[in-house]
């Protein structure tokens, strides 16, 4: 997974891109795949595209996909040079559809044809998150939104007002989702699952305020480690990035109220380096306690060896002396 994780142009989702989402989630796991493994991994690629080495991949359909976002050419610009029209590819799409019983059947023939046909829409919106000291909604700066159609995703970063626009159109509805990484970092939901919020299924804006739950909770935590990496340090050293023989920072977001802490020999049983328990409390807190377990791993990425052997001794024989060092 982390192999994969270096390839920032490869979008992947953890279920079938062909599959319908019938109930939202905050993960999905394979119940083929065994609990101490990482679920299967899927992507739409072109076809020259070379996967990174060391990665097992099956190639489980071969695809034309009309690119949505750049107008079809409908007039011969050279002589003796032929241009399949846009009404064309529109047709073969919707038959394509058809025959797959992937087209609407809840709308009449009349409706699907106007809706091939219809103009082109850019997916965007504005992503916020509840904060109970600000007494408001806070922009999520960073936030990366996917819109997918099928095997076509596009994608948008938030900027500082929260608002991000995709890098693509569509002419139909498109499914929205927020996968809660960068590329530095992710956050996980569970053992080894990533957290990702499923949104809906339409076309235009999706605006999202986020004020309870779970996901609240990933989104202040998200903002925090987003601040940490690639906002204004004023000089302090970045915790481990993500490169070739490195990994991406994991960190656990644990729905208890708990100590929280950064290990980092966790990553050599699978588990994620910080582990985050701070849910159900006031979102500074989770904001704060997610910087403070950074700086810990900011701290391990200075002086390992120094690091590891305070850990080892605070957490694992317990000495009260390591564990104040470490935490001071």
Excluded at 46 to 71: A, Q, R, S
Aim: a neutral charge; charged letters at 25%.
């Amino acid at each position: 997974m982390d192999i994969l994780k270096v390839d920032s142009t490869l979008v992947l989702y953890d279920y079938p891109l062909d599959y319908s989402i019938a109930e939202n989630g905050s993960y999905y796991k394979d119940p083929e795949t065994a609990p101490e493994q990482p679920t299967y991994q899927y992507c739409a690629v072109t076809i020259d595209k070379k996967l990174p080495n060391g990665v097992e991949y099956e190639v489980l359909e071969e695809l034309f996909i009309p690119d949505e976002d750049k107008d079809t050419i409908t007039k011969t610009a050279k002589a003796n040079t032929k241009f399949i029209s846009e009404e064309i590819i529109n047709t073969l799409v919707d038959e394509a559809l058809r025959i797959t019983n992937n087209l609407n059947n809840k709308t009449s023939k009349s409706t699907n044809l106007a809706k091939s046909s219809a103009s082109k829409w850019r997916p965007a919106g504005t992503i916020k998150v509840w904060d109970n000291v600000v007494g408001d909604f806070v922009p999520v700066e960073g936030v990366k939104v996917r819109a997918r159609r099928w095997f076509t995703t596009h994608t948008g970063i938030a900027s500082a007002s929260g608002r991000y626009s995709c890098n693509g159109r569509f002419r139909r509805d498109a499914n929205y989702s927020i996968d809660w990484e960068r590329y530095e970092f992710a956050l996980q939901d569970g053992w080894l699952n990533g957290a990702t919020y499923n949104g809906p299924k339409k076309r235009g804006d999706w605006n999202l305020n986020l004020n309870s739950g779970k996901q609240e909770y990933y989104a202040t935590i998200f903002s925090a480690a987003h601040f940490y990496y690639y906002g204004s340090r004023m000089g302090l050293k970045s915790p481990p990035t993500n490169a070739t023989f490195k990994t991406k920072m994991k960190i656990a977001a644990r729905l208890e109220r708990d100590e929280s802490s950064h290990i980092h020999q966790r990553r050599f049983i699978l588990s994620a380096p910080i582990y985050i328990k701070t849910y159900g409390r006031e979102s500074q807190a989770v904001f704060g306690t997610t910087i403070h377990e950074l700086a810990h791993a900011a701290h391990w990425n200075f002086d390992r060896d120094a690091y590891n052997n305070l850990g080892a001794g605070g957490y694992v024989l317990q000495k009260d002396g390591d564990k104040r060092t470490l935490e001071t």
